[in-house]
């Protein structure tokens, strides 16, 4: 029995007429997801908007074991954006399984989960741990944009060769079981067409594109930044431009590689200018934090404005900039 009616969207008609969307060989409802880090790792967006009309929720990115994440502050404005070191705070993931799935589950949100490690063997313990769980999610987003401890701490993203290791070692054990397996990808190097190719070689299905740039901010009055760990990543509507070059250029390069776009999203048409770009799914990040609700209401606008535009199905506006 569920404590609480489940939240039902009352303009689901608007974007049902548009037809579901087939990625990797999944498909969701819609191309709106959440990104992770910015929806929690459970159903903690629930009580604002009906988390079954998306596409699906991304869960922020879980690592094998408890972890604290970094020193306070965490996040902080930016002109046009913001600056976050949250440090990939989070339960781990046999907790995850046991209290945030099953919430999550209960709204019927369609499910995907992220990982991340620090070693390419944190990677394959996280995958380990998930496959009992496989049943229950749509797909593994692998979250590349993190420092590899045995590396002098480069990140695994910028780097082909350690990038495609991670993949193969999640690939050996989830592939089998047949569920979708998406490379998240940093745009911090000039190498990125590198990165997806060694990605996609070694069996990642989809590529998401981008995480955040890396930043700093500083305080003059107390000459220091602004953020607890020193530098972040920077999100928000000034990165969506960067996010648009990196799909179109990754598109233009791997013309049969499914891309999901993520970077600065915050109204209908952005989602409509990374579908044309090359995204065929939409995540939506930063603007969550000024309203809850904006994956929702960022649905339904991008729904509205596809019918201005004379598409009748999203399939109508994918890659139309090439
Ligand atoms: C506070 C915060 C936490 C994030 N945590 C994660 C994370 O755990 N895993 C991940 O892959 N990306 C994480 N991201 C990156 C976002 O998923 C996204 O790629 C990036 O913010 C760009 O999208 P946006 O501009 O719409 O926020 C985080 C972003 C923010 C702002």
Redesign the pocket.
């Known amino acids: 029995m569920r404590d609480k009616p489940v939240l039902r969207d009352k303009k689901e008609s608007l974007w049902r007429s548009l037809g579901d969307v087939t990625t990797a060989g999944v498909t969701f409802k819609n191309p709106i997801l959440t990104?992770?880090?910015?929806a929690g790792h459970g159903a903690e967006l629930a009580p604002y908007f009906a988390l079954s009309s998306l596409g699906a929720v991304v869960v922020?990115?879980l690592y094998p074991t408890p972890w604290p994440g970094n020193p306070a502050p965490r996040?902080h404005n930016t002109p046009s954006?913001?600056i976050?070191a949250?440090g990939?705070q989070g339960p781990g993931i046999d907790a995850w399984i046991q209290h945030d799935l099953p919430a999550l589950r209960a709204v019927d949100a369609t499910v995907v989960a992220?990982i991340?490690g620090r070693t390419v063997d944190d990677y394959a313990k996280a995958a380990d741990q998930l496959v009992s769980s496989l049943s229950a999610l749509a797909a593994i987003?692998v979250?590349l944009?993190c420092p590899n401890i045995e590396g002098r701490s480069a990140i695994f993203a910028h780097d082909a060769e350690l990038s495609a290791q991670v993949m193969r070692v999640v690939v050996e054990r989830l592939g089998p079981h047949g569920v979708a397996i998406w490379a998240?990808l940093s745009p911090n190097t000039d190498r990125i067409l590198h990165v997806v190719e060694s990605v996609e070689k070694a069996g990642a299905t989809a590529v998401t594109l981008?995480?955040?740039l890396l930043g700093m901010q500083l305080d003059i009055s107390t000459r220091r930044a602004t953020l607890g760990n020193g530098g972040g990543?920077l999100?928000?509507r000034a990165?969506?431009p960067v996010?648009v070059r990196t799909i179109f250029d990754v598109r233009h390069a791997f013309a049969g590689l499914p891309i999901i776009g993520?970077?600065?999203?915050s109204n209908g048409s952005d989602v409509i200018e990374m579908m044309m770009a090359g995204a065929s799914l939409v995540?939506?990040?930063?603007?969550t934090?000024a309203d809850p609700r904006a994956p929702q209401k960022i649905l339904h606008e991008a729904s509205r404005l596809m019918g201005t535009l004379g598409a009748t199905k999203w399939g109508d506006v994918l890659n139309a900039a090439h």
Request: proline letters at 0%; a positive charge; zero cysteines.
């Open positions: 990104a992770s880090g910015t922020k990115s996040v954006g913001m976050n949250v990939l992220s991340w987003e979250n944009s998240k981008i995480n955040t990543g999100s928000g990165i969506h996010a993520v970077g600065g999203v995540q939506i990040g930063t603007a934090f």
